[in-house]
């Protein structure tokens, strides 16, 4: 017996959420629908019962002044009931005759001779052989006269089954619509959330892989309530949150590739030069005097340059996995101080763009790396110089804000076309393609500059106009 409970428990299990709220909501009307069943059977027989043994003693009364004038009850009142007149004396009772009596006398004399021993009118039920069940009914005529009355409870009987059998097939019939309407009702209202399974088995069906993986697929059935209504808010709130980090790390990956690709591209180029260049060693036209300086001082330049490319893509490594590692070593440093370091080395490497510096009276000390900052308007005026012609004016401003203080690095030439101004911040990018490399640079000093600059907590924003390019570095005081 337990093994078919728990297979049955298992096949309830698997039905669908409908099905089984349909049943379950059909076992609860079924068990309503016994108890107020029972109940109105319970309160019909009493009343039929009540009734009955009111008409009992209606009939007595008439049945009393019958026997008391003639001794014995001579007409009956309906057909199938029985009379008795009885003489009691002590514990016995002696029937009167004639009498209309069953020939099973047993229970009238019983009921006799207990009337004789009560001072008040007696009902009891007694299935007399031959007869069925009868209600009967004893009262006193006069002292030592006893009437006894039955009814039979025939009717009483048939009734109650009839209305047994009429609450069975009406509770069943409404049992069976209940749970057919019900799960139909139950089905329609659960759709939303079948669709919202439907959804998600798209979604696991969907290639999350691909590198512009998205979700096109909403729960966008409406109804359901309330509560369907925030699980389906929510449900396609968490779609948005797993289209925005797909989209997220599409963008990662793409960047990932093309900064992989621009690397080996920018390093491919001085290692083809210092591998030709060591080719150029095997041949004994290259190993003469003059020629061996020139191609070791080549075979210098580039290892130089691949190393000052390495360095850039180390330094933007740590940068970005800051929270492991941080590569700033903050101190307290002036800043103006340092803008005239970097104007005084770029005066000196770039003496064909004048520059000019200004700065607010007393700017305070920041907390900053000065090596990393310096390295940043480094980058900064070397972008001016080499993508201005011979000759552009280049200029240099400090100054303070509530909270901040401000770099502004500013140049007179061209300025950057609006197409390239939202990359000019990417790595590896650069606005002119046809630059070469010996002067355009590897395009990461703007990445670099960047990355060191949010680095120390604050921002660096490019502001251009035609006539004029500004770099806006802002760094928080206070730090």
Same mark, same amino acid.
């Given at each position: ?18 099905? #089984? ?11 309503? /629908?016994? @108890? ?8 019909? #027989?009493?009343?039929? %019962?009540? *009734?009955?043994? *009111? ?10 002044? %019958? ?5 014995? @009850? ?62 009967? #009914? ?29 609450? @069975? ?24 959330? $079948? ?9 696991? $069906?969907?290639?999350? $892989?691909?590198?512009? !993986? =998205?979700?096109?697929?909403?729960? &966008? $059935? ?43 591209? +920018? ?11 060591? %080719?150029?060693? *095997?041949? !004994? ?26 360095? &850039?893509?180390?330094?933007?490594? #740590?940068?970005?996995?800051? +929270? ?12 103006? +101080? ?7 080395? /770029?005066?000196?490497?770039?003496? %064909? ?13 920041? =907390? ?102 500004? /770099? ?8």
């Amino acid at each position: 017996m337990t093994g078919r409970a728990t297979r049955l428990w298992r096949t309830y299990r698997r039905l669908r959420l409908g099905t #089984r709220l349909a049943l379950g909501l059909g076992v609860l009307s079924l068990a309503v /629908f016994a @108890v107020v069943g029972t109940a109105l059977t319970m309160y019909m #027989r009493d009343y039929l %019962d009540h *009734q009955l043994g *009111q008409q009992l003693k209606l009939v007595q009364v008439v049945q009393s002044k %019958d026997a008391e004038a003639h001794g014995t @009850v001579r007409r009956q009142p309906y057909y199938g009931w029985y009379t008795a007149v009885y003489d009691v004396s002590g514990n016995s009772a002696a029937l009167r005759t004639p009498a209309d009596v069953p020939a099973d006398t047993g229970a009238f004399t019983a009921l006799a001779e207990t009337m004789a021993r009560s001072d008040t009118e007696l009902t009891r039920v007694a299935t007399i052989d031959g007869e069925g069940a009868y209600q009967l #009914r004893a009262c006193e005529v006069e002292p030592g006269v006893v009437l006894v009355s039955a009814a039979p409870t025939a009717n009483i009987d048939a009734t109650m089954r009839q209305l047994i059998t009429v609450q @069975v097939v009406a509770f069943g019939l409404a049992l069976l619509a209940l749970v057919v309407f019900g799960r139909r009702m139950l089905r329609r209202g659960l759709k939303p959330l $079948s669709d919202m399974a439907h959804t998600a088995h798209g979604i696991a $069906s969907h290639n999350l $892989s691909e590198s512009a !993986a =998205r979700l096109p697929l909403r729960a &966008d $059935s409406p109804g359901g309530g309330p509560e369907v209504e925030e699980l389906r808010t929510a449900f396609n709130t968490m779609l948005e949150h797993i289209d925005d980090s797909l989209a997220v790390r599409a963008a990662a990956e793409q960047r990932l590739r093309r900064f992989v690709a621009d690397a080996s591209h +920018e390093l491919r180029t001085p290692l083809m030069s210092v591998r030709g260049y060591a %080719d150029l060693f *095997q041949y !004994a036209a290259a190993n003469a005097p003059e020629e061996r300086d020139r191609h070791l001082a080549r075979l210098r330049a580039e290892a130089a340059r691949m190393g000052v490319l390495l360095d &850039d893509l180390l330094l933007l490594a #740590r940068l970005d996995a800051a +929270e492991v590692e941080t590569p700033l070593r903050p101190e307290e440093a002036d800043l103006t +101080e340092l803008v005239e370091q970097a104007a005084d080395a /770029f005066r000196a490497s770039h003496p %064909d763009h004048p520059l000019t510096v200004t700065h607010d009276a007393g700017a305070p000390e920041l =907390r900053l790396d000065p090596q990393r900052i310096r390295q940043v308007l480094d980058n900064l005026l070397t972008n001016a110089a080499v993508h201005t012609p011979p000759g552009t004016a280049v200029s240099v401003t400090v100054s303070t804000e509530p909270g901040a203080a401000l770099v502004r690095v500013t140049d007179a030439g061209p300025g950057i076309p609006p197409a390239d101004r939202e990359r000019v911040f990417d790595r590896f990018y650069r606005v002119d393609k046809a630059r070469s490399r010996d002067r355009g640079g590897s395009g990461l000093g703007l990445a670099v500059a960047t990355a060191l600059v949010r680095a120390h907590g604050g921002t660096i924003e490019l502001s251009d106009a035609p006539g004029s390019t500004v /770099f806006t570095v802002t760094l928080p005081l206070g730090r």
